[in-house]
Every structure is written in C-alpha cells, then in structure tokens.
C-alpha cells in the first residue's frame, strides 16, 4: 500500500508577509507625514492665541488709563499680560500705525501697533496692519512659513 503523504499547511505565505509590511509601510508614511504639520499647526495656533492675550492687555492698560494711547508701552503691555506660552515676554514689543508696506515680525516677536487696524484687502496687505482709528491697536506676528498674520481689537 502507498502511504499518502498529506501536506500540512502552517505559516504565512511569501505573498501575504509582503502585503502586510506594505500596508504597515503605508501607515508608517502617513504617520511621518501628518505629525510635523499637526506640530507646526499647533505652535501656530498657539502663537496666534499669545497674540490675542497681548492684545486683550493692550486694550486693559488702555482702558485702565482713560483711554491715554500713550501708556500702551512694551512694557505696560508685559506687565499686564501672564507668561505667554510660546513668546517671551521681551518678544511683544508696540509702535506707532505702521505703513501697509513696511510693517513686520520675525516668527518669534509680536508687535502690537497703535492706532492700526488690519488690513483685509488688497491681498498683498491681508495680515499686516494699515492706519486706523485712535483706539484700535493691530497685534502683528509671523506664523511658520512667513505668514504674516494680523488680528486688531
């Protein structure tokens, strides 16, 4: 009598192992591309929101001193605001209504302009601050990428 030899099955074959470290490659790359944009969103985000806490002191030291633009200084605006989370506090920094065309920050400095508003057109001047009335103020700070961003009171 022959002896059947029955051939047992075990283990993963050539072709499935290759599929799943495709798949898990796949995931990999995703992975390696969504986390550093997810990062530089949230440092934006965040700068965006220290921008508006300097403002918002701006307008407190504006309000508590009658309406007298001239105490909205540097360093009344420092004093005023708690610790920035991703600025220092010698970062945030004011001057006078700016030109559309000359106004600016480095990435890690917020300027806070007085009498400004921001600009909302043409496009070339959305997110610097251009004149406006004696009590707006325009806090002026630069996002990855070299965005200028503008946010006013």
């Keep these: 009598m022959k002896q059947q030899i029955k051939k047992r099955i075990e283990g993963f074959t050539i072709i499935e192992v ?25 440092r934006n985000t965040q700068r965006g929101n220290d921008a508006a806490r300097a403002l918002a002191a701006a307008q407190e030291v504006l309000n ?7 105490t909205v200084t540097s360093a009344n605006i420092q004093a005023a605001i708690a610790k920035p989370a991703y600025y220092t506090l010698a970062a945030i920094t004011t001057a006078a ?14 300027i806070i302009y007085r ?15 251009i004149a406006g009335t ?11 990428a070299a965005q200028l961003r503008c946010q006013d009171s």
């Design 115 to 129: 009498g400004s508003q921001c600009a909302t057109a043409p496009p070339a001047d959305v997110g610097k601050a």
């Design 18 to 42: 290759m599929i799943v470290l495709a798949i898990a490659g796949l995931i990999l790359l995703i992975v390696f591309l969504a986390v550093p944009a997810l990062q530089r969103n949230s």
């Design 64 to 70: 508590n001193n009658n309406g007298d633009m001239a």
């Design 134 to 144: 004696t009590r707006q103020m325009a806090a002026v700070w630069t996002a990855e």
């Design 97 to 110: 209504a700016p030109l559309a065309a000359t106004n600016g920050t480095t990435i890690d400095s917020i």
